[in-house]
């Protein structure tokens, strides 16, 4: 299959992700501005604990139907998509945290990550949401990318568009240790709690003979990306562990009690050399007891 002919297929599948609605966008709740709080950078737009977030219990269950038909139909797609490729590749984001992977020149990435409730509760309520990503690889131990954050059902939409860049600055080969630096720039497009947001980091990793790889580093996020009118910098971090060439355990963890600030352990598994599936459970830094966690799901295909 061509890669001119996957592409439109991808953005036919796109398309059709981004512009359905349930629910009617509205940009303020009880006369109160929306702002970031725990779950913005997971999902990608503001939500607030306690009673924010609770549904109806029809539109809920509305909403685990229509994401569960998504799911199977998107995930059949994929693998049709990649029945003809056969060169296994790296990972861009561990879950959440970047990794030190990098995408050779030319090469061409796609992810769609999924994050998802099913039960009400006092913190979180009741959602599901997605976030398409691709990333390009531009040569010079660099890949330039784009996500769409911001798609959450049911209510209101707040997509943000997020032009992401990383770049290996030290790859030592057998001695195990690699050094990036990245950026993530957060636009705004609809129902927008702030005009523009950052994202910058630098992190280590080293792979041990066990070929087990820890990964560590600090972030940045500017004003209102995760914090209402505020900066926050703190630590990031992650682990894999391969247990067969299918299958990897794995965790990564954002320190802070901000919308970053969640610990998600989970599994990397690949049903072919191209494609590589993820299910995780994020767990928060505070508020676990009354619900400030949830599931996490992604499916990822490299292109050529």
Known sequence: MSLQLISILMFSLLTFLLFRRIGSPMSERNGRKQLPTELDFQVGRSVH??????????RVRSGQKTFARSSLWLIAMVLMLCG?????????????????????????????DTTYKFTDAEAVGSFYSFVPRVVIGTGGRLEVGLNVNG???????????????????????DNGWAFVV???????????TYDI??????????????????????YFFSPNVVAPDANRAGGQFAIEQPVT??????????TGKNAAGYF????????????????GYSIGN?????????????IGINLN
């Open 151 to 173: 798609n959450i059902q049911p209510g209101p939409d707040s997509t943000t568009i997020s032009p992401t860049f990383k770049w290996k600055a030290y790859d030592g080969g």
């Open 264 to 279: 998600t352990p989970g599994v990397a598994f690949k049903p072919h050399p191209k494609v590589t599936g993820y299910f």
């Open 197 to 218: 947001g950052n994202y910058l980091y630098a992190e280590f990793s080293k792979t041990l003979p066990t070929k087990t790889r820890l990964t560590f580093g600090s």
């Open 245 to 254: 060439k299918y299958l990897t355990v794995q965790a990564d963890w954002y």
């Open 84 to 112: 003809a490729f056969k060169t296994a590749q790296a990972q861009q984001t561990i879950f959440n945290v970047p990794s030190t992977d990098v995408l050779d020149k030319g090469k061409v990435y796609f992810e769609l």
């Open 286 to 298: 505070f508020g676990v007891s009354r619900g400030n966690h949830f599931f996490y799901s992604a």
């Open 182 to 192: 990245g950026d993530n720039i957060f636009a705004p497009v609809r129902n927008n």
């Open 49 to 58: 604990l306690n009673q924010d977030l609770t549904m109806q219990s029809a």
